[in-house]
């Protein structure tokens, strides 16, 4: 909740309304800022103002600021390419980029967990709600979506990885599906890259989802019924999968595949994401962006965060 009218300040304060008859209306807020700054910021401010988009940060890591750039963006979606060295999750796109600093935990967990802290104080007021705001101030019901890109091998990687989500499933922040139920919270995880589908399906509760390949969720040979309890997300590439370049006139093919696999992932209540967009010239990128979004593409995967925040 959030003052928005002088008079709800003057409420908030406890001070009587007809201070109002008194003063200009700048005069009064000029002077309560000046009495009393800390009475005006409520604890769950970080975000506030930002509204929420359906964008995919790409390596996102890669990014001045990881996460917080993306954040301050309204984007939803976040990616983290994990390797396993030596116990640690280090992140990165390939191993000439690593630094041993730059890690799952410190870039990552860390982060979330301070923000998440600070969108969830303990007080009087909150004593009954029973699922945690989520990182967003203006929808706290959204959830931020980590996508993380196993690099390494996946069924060594996978356990250390949900070893490093403990800090946020101990305090209830991770979407979890347990005993027949999907209980979203404030992040849902999930795999991708090398993420081992049979491990996946094994969690009980399961709090680490995996990225189905969109292109297949009618292929039997996969032996998987795919559906948000192990798959809130469906994921190709683009290039493989419709490959119009943006320029000219797409055809009919490209488009009906567009149509077809977004029409898969959502009978099943999937959303969809397609990778491997191309990203210039800038007007193709657009004009891909505007076909996949009109034809019920869910995520607009992107690398210039700026560019997708004001499409
Ligand atoms: C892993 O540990 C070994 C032995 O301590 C060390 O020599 C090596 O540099 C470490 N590798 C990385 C990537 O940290
Ligand atoms: C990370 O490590 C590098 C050198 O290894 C150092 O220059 C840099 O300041 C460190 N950054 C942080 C945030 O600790
Ligand atoms: C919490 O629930 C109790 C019991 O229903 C109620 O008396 C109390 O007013 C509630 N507190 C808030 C802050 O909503
Ligand atoms: C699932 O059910 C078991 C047994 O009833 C219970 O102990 C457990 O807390 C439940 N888990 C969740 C996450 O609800
Ligand atoms: C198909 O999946 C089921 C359940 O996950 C598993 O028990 C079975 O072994 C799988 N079959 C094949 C051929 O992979
Ligand atoms: C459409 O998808 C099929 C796979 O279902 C693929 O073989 C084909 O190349 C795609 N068509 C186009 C035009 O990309
Ligand atoms: C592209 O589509 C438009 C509108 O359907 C049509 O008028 C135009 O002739 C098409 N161009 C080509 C090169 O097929």
């Given at each position: ?157 996978l356990p250390f ?114 990778w491997d967009i ?34």
């Open positions: 909740m959030r003052p928005t009218t002088t008079s709800g300040l003057l409420l908030l304060l406890n001070l009587p309304l007809f201070s109002l008859a008194k003063a200009t209306i700048d005069q009064v807020v000029l002077s309560l800022e000046n009495a009393n700054p800390g009475a005006l910021q409520y604890p769950t401010q970080f975000t506030q103002d930002i509204v929420p988009k359906f964008i995919h940060s790409h390596n996102d890591y890669w990014r001045d600021v990881p996460l917080l750039t993306a954040l301050s963006m309204g984007v939803m979606s976040v990616e983290a390419d994990v390797n396993l060295f030596n116990g640690t999750l280090f992140i990165g796109h390939e191993n000439a980029a690593l630094t041993p600093n730059r890690t799952f935990d410190s870039l990552y967990i860390q982060p979330l967990l301070r923000i998440l802290d600070a969108q969830n104080p303990s007080t009087a007021f909150t004593v009954n709600q029973t699922t945690p705001n989520g990182v967003f101030d203006m929808a706290s019901d959204t959830p931020l979506q980590l996508l993380v890109e196993l690099k390494t091998d996946g069924v060594e990687t990885v949900l070893e490093a989500l403990e800090p946020l499933r101990s305090k209830g922040y991770l979407t979890t599906f347990a005993n027949g139920t999907l209980t979203q919270s404030a992040i849902t995880v999930v795999g991708t890259g090398n993420t081992p589908l049979e491990q996946v399906k094994e969690l009980s509760p399961r709090d680490f989802f995996f990225d189905a390949p969109l292109m297949q969720l009618n292929d039997p040979s996969l032996n998987t019924t795919w559906d948000p309890t192990l798959s809130p997300l469906a994921s190709t590439d683009y290039e493989v999968a419709v490959g119009w370049v943006g320029i000219g006139n797409i055809s009919e093919a490209q488009l009906a595949n567009i149509t077809k696999f977004v029409g898969d992932a959502h009978s099943r209540g999937i959303k969809a994401r397609f191309p990203g210039w010239p800038i007007v193709a990128r657009t004009n891909v962006w505007t076909v996949l979004m009109n034809n019920g593409a869910d995520w607009l995967n992107a690398d210039d965060l700026e560019a997708a925040s004001s499409f």
